[in-house]
């Protein structure tokens, strides 16, 4: 059994389209997405706000203190507070150095430029202001006692909201792509399931008709072909994976690697049984095989967001049932799992489902194959 | 006892009957041939005695044994060159011998001197290291027949083993054959190229719609028919009143005239062209060319079956 699967290994790593499809063009596609899609990474991540303060001669001068004191606490890395003339200020608003002018005096007032991605954030951090100064005049008016107590109180940032940590991973639509890339290469192992149970069946190819007049038992037959097409399809997966994750850099893989190793372990356990299910599949030409393997990973990669982002969600609200059955969506779900949400219940649930499928499918292609006598050849 | 017996073997494909009732003993020793037209149910033949196809009826025995989808021990001892070239196109041509004879022989060692026999005997050396894809039609058919025959098996059975060949290959692939047969293998041979059966078979069997017509030596199977020797005559012109006396020499049992062409049938042993020659000299006639041959198989299928093998 050893020898036909050593045999079998060779003549498949041999098979130059074979190794096209099923191992370069998961590398030229990652490739292609790392320079179109990764230079998008982080590209929506939040620009450095700047604004122009301008004081109002005219007006009371602590209180202008105060406002430009408020306007400064927010004073991070992203949100920058210049006090200016207003000359200075207008330039630079019409230069959109800045993004906008806060005006101070008795009424304050906000002058926004042309960009106004962030006009809700300046105005809210104007809206706040007046809002506390109107609280504060009312306390005055109404429980001076209380006016220090209330000031501290304003003083101290309440944090009402906690932030999900994505293993310290930003989550990033483009994420999709690179899983679901991955996901598409695991499904591509049903080529090498269909072309290997081709190869040993008696009415689907003279090789198979070949072997089967042999005197080698159709029990090590079998084994040996799926042992070397799912073989082969982890080793390719493999070196997807090594080449996103050490060479572009696309994924970080860390002390995952036995999770995710694991799930693509029984992802092209399930694309080797898909593959000989569709090769013990009538006496169709193997052209026509190819297009229902080609179609099938298609559409499950599609469905699992490889070429659109969001898909896979759509499916989730509308027929949730599809993504449970659907390889691609249970192979991206759970590498979504393992590297963006540590979510170990859903990583389970899609590892079981694809085992499940995996085996299902195994043991028809292993009761279709076990026939050794035919109709017709 | 003989090697494979076939017993009333009967093959349907639904409504087309492949097999029908036949019966044939092959004895150990003697290269056996199957000589039929395309569709006469040489390969079904075949494919129900590896036990690869279903039949409706009758019964297979290779080497007194019942054989089975699951007989191993039978299908050791048995080589099988399809009727295509069944060969891995992404293996050397060493490589492709070496794993289908490591099929049967597990031993590396006796493995590697199998393989090397084989290919000296189909003739391949100095193309070991080819791929198939780089090979010759005829380079291949041997390259089929070396994978097939490596492990010496004590039955061959060779499937068309010529088709699309060239005549030097083809004329080493029927030595070759026959020099398989002397070291001591059983040979099934099917073809539709009736020189060939006659040129190697020692047996013969003509199968015509899934029916064995006629079995025995090629001797026997001639003796069968009443064709004794045939006479044919091109470019010659005859009026009604002399074809009328050829037709009506000694033992003419046919004549057949068309386009200055004559062919005359005549039934026993002896030569009868001296005796038309006479004729044509008395009566002035000329003629392109004359000449005399013995039957062969192809009027034996032509008594039999009123067509050509070759239709």
Request: aromatic share 10%; glycine share 8%.
């Amino acid at each position: 059994m050893l020898q036909i699967m050593k045999r079998q290994i060779l003549v498949n790593i041999r098979e130059k389209s074979n190794i096209f499809w099923t191992m370069l063009f998961p590398l030229i596609l990652s490739t292609l997405f790392h320079f179109t899609l990764g230079g998008t990474i982080g590209e929506h991540a939040m620009e450095d706000i700047r604004a122009a303060f301008v004081t109002d001669q005219n007006a009371d001068s602590q209180e202008e203190e105060a406002f430009l004191k408020y306007l400064e606490s927010f004073d991070q890395d992203w949100f920058q507070i210049i006090p200016m003339s207003q000359e200075e200020a207008r330039e630079a608003l019409k230069n959109d150095e800045i993004l906008g002018i806060f005006y101070g005096g008795e009424e304050k007032k906000l002058v926004i430029g042309e960009d106004s991605t962030y006009t809700s954030i300046l105005s809210q951090t104007l809206e706040i202001y007046e809002k506390n100064e109107h609280m504060l005049a009312q306390i005055v008016k109404e429980h001076p006692e209380n006016l220090q107590a209330a000031a501290e109180a304003m003083g101290e940032w309440g944090t009402y909201t906690e932030t999900v940590t994505f293993r310290g991973d930003s989550l990033d639509y483009t994420q999709n792509y690179f899983f679901a890339l991955i996901a598409m290469t695991c499904l591509y192992g049903s080529f090498m399931g269909m072309y290997n149970t081709v190869g040993v069946q008696a009415n689907t190819s003279d090789l198979g008709a070949r072997l089967a007049a042999g005197c080698v038992k159709r029990y090590k037959t079998i084994t040996a072909s799926l042992l070397s097409s799912w073989l082969i399809s982890f080793a390719e997966v493999l070196v997807l994976l090594f080449y996103m994750d050490a060479v572009l850099g696309d994924i970080h893989i860390g002390e995952q690697g036995g999770e995710i190793l694991l799930i693509c372990f029984v992802a092209t356990l399930y694309s080797s049984s898909i593959g000989m299910v569709i090769g013990t599949v009538g006496t169709w030409s193997t052209n026509l095989k190819n297009g229902i393997i080609v179609a099938e990973s298609l559409a499950c990669s599609f469905a699992a967001d490889l070429m659109i982002s969001g898909v896979k969600e759509t499916i989730e609200t509308y027929v949730p049932v599809i993504n449970r059955i659907n390889p691609g969506a249970l192979i991206t779900d759970a590498f979504y799992s393992v590297l963006i949400y540590e979510d170990g219940e859903k990583y389970f649930r899609s590892l079981s489902l694809l085992t499940f499928f995996g085996i299902l499918l195994l043991g028809a292609a292993v009761l279709s194959m076990r026939r050794m006598r035919y109709e017709s050849i | 006892m003989s090697m494979i017996e076939i017993r009333n073997l009967v093959k349907r494909y639904k409504d087309t009957v492949a097999l029908d009732h036949l019966n044939l003993d092959i004895e150990e020793g003697e290269i056996f041939g199957l000589l039929g037209p395309n569709g006469s149910g040489k390969t079904t033949v075949i494919n129900c005695l590896l036990a690869l196809l279903k039949f409706d009826k009758g019964s297979i025995k290779i080497f007194g044994q019942e054989m089975e989808p699951d007989s191993y021990e039978i299908k050791r001892q048995i080589g099988i060159v399809m009727q295509n070239v069944a060969v891995f196109h992404e293996l050397t041509v060493y490589e492709n011998i070496d794993y289908f004879c490591g099929l049967y022989v597990p031993d590396k060692r006796e493995r590697k001197k199998l393989v090397e026999e084989a290919i000296a005997f189909t003739g391949l050396e100095g193309y070991e290291k080819k791929r198939p894809k780089k090979l010759s039609g005829g380079l291949l058919r041997r390259l089929n027949i070396a994978c097939g025959i490596a492990h010496k098996p004590r039955l061959i059975i060779l499937d068309e083993p010529t088709v699309a060949v060239d005549p030097q290959s083809r004329n080493k692939i029927l030595e070759g054959i026959c020099q398989m047969n002397r070291q001591g293998s059983t040979i099934i041979y099917t073809s539709h190229y009736m020189e060939e059966v006659e040129q190697i078979c020692s047996r013969i069997a003509i199968l015509d719609k899934g029916r064995c017509l006629a079995l025995g030596t090629k001797e026997e199977l001639k003796n069968m028919i009443k064709t004794g020797e045939k006479v044919h005559v091109e470019g010659i012109h005859l009026t009604p009143e002399q074809l009328e006396v050829i037709c009506h020499m000694p033992q003419v049992f046919s004549t057949v005239y068309e386009d200055a062409d004559l062919t005359l049938r005549f039934q026993g042993t002896g030569s009868h062209l001296l005796g038309l020659l006479h004729y044509m000299e008395e009566e002035n006639l000329t003629c392109g060319r004359c000449f005399s041959e013995l039957p062969t198989l192809n009027d034996v299928f032509l008594e039999i079956t009123g067509k050509e093998l070759r239709d």
